[in-house]
């Protein structure tokens, strides 16, 4: 851990008055919740790839569904960790902040956060395929598949799969959130995933210093003005004191 380039951030990070995050799957390692791409991204030998899809719903919803139960459970049980809570601490001492995040846990809510773009949608909300209704539902012991109490149609999890388009408010929301920002800091994300991935060079673009947080080297690491290797949860902390 480099205690000169964490100073450097932190001092970035104290002055600026428009402060936006990017937060992918490594914020919640700490918490328990299994990254995408690291150890423990297989469920029962399928590849989240495989089965956060519309075709893999269609084929078998109640095979996803299994899917999202056994998540929805993982992460009932899972408390925010000190990134989190970092994070939510800083929100309230920054008079301009937004933290887009790609993760559908509900963790940085969970931990106090308020100003929150869920880009990817909620794990703790569903949505009905026959009538559009949509709201939370935080039960674990839902059917499988759970179907609409309206009008019976099918549910399925309110979350982004690979080939949707993300809601176009909370995008331009995020987009915005990167333009404006003076210093963004992106945190725990594989940068593989669009468009999330291009928040990073969007704040670039617009002349915002850039602080990555990530435990590896990620394609976006060569890019920025500040690459912090190690774990979320003992380097926000540092990085967002007063
Ligand atoms: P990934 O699983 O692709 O990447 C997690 C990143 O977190 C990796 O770069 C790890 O090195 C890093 N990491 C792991 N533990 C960490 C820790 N303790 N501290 C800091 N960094 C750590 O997850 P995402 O980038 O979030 O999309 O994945 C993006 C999207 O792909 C997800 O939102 C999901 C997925 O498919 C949808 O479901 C639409």
């Known amino acids: 851990m480099d205690l000169a380039e964490i100073q450097a951030g932190r001092q970035r990070l ?106 990817h949608g909620s794990l703790w909300r569903v949505r009905c395929l026959g009538c559009g209704a949509a709201g939370e539902e935080r039960r674990l012991d839902l059917p499988t598949p759970p179907s609409c109490p309206e009008c019976g149609g099918l549910l399925r999890p309110d979350v982004v799969w690979f080939g949707e388009s993300l809601d176009e408010n909370l995008l331009g929301g995020a987009w915005r959130a990167a333009e404006e920002s003076q210093v963004m800091l992106v945190v725990g994300t594989s940068a593989v995933v669009q468009p999330a991935a291009s928040l990073t060079q969007v704040a670039r673009r617009a002349g915002a210093y850039v602080i990555e947080v990530n435990l590896d080297p990620t394609p976006n690491t060569g890019q920025v003005d500040l690459s912090l290797l190690g774990r979320a949860g003992e380097l926000l902390p540092l990085l967002l004191q007063p």
Not at 29 to 35: D, I, K, L, N, Y
Not at 82 to 109: I, K, M, S, W, Y
């Open 14 to 119: 104290a002055r600026a008055r428009r402060v936006a995050v990017l937060s992918g799957a490594g914020v919640s390692a700490e918490s328990g919740v299994p990254t995408f791409r690291g150890p423990g991204g297989l469920w029962e030998n399928h590849r989240p790839e495989d089965l956060a899809t519309p075709q893999a719903f269609r084929r078998d919803p109640a095979l996803v569904w299994r899917w999202y139960h056994w998540r929805r459970r993982l992460i009932s049980a899972c408390q925010p960790n000190p990134a989190h809570l970092a994070l939510a601490q800083f929100e309230a001492r920054v008079p301009e902040f937004c933290l887009v995040t790609q993760n559908v846990d509900g963790l940085h809510h969970a931990a106090g956060s308020r100003r929150v773009l869920e880009i």
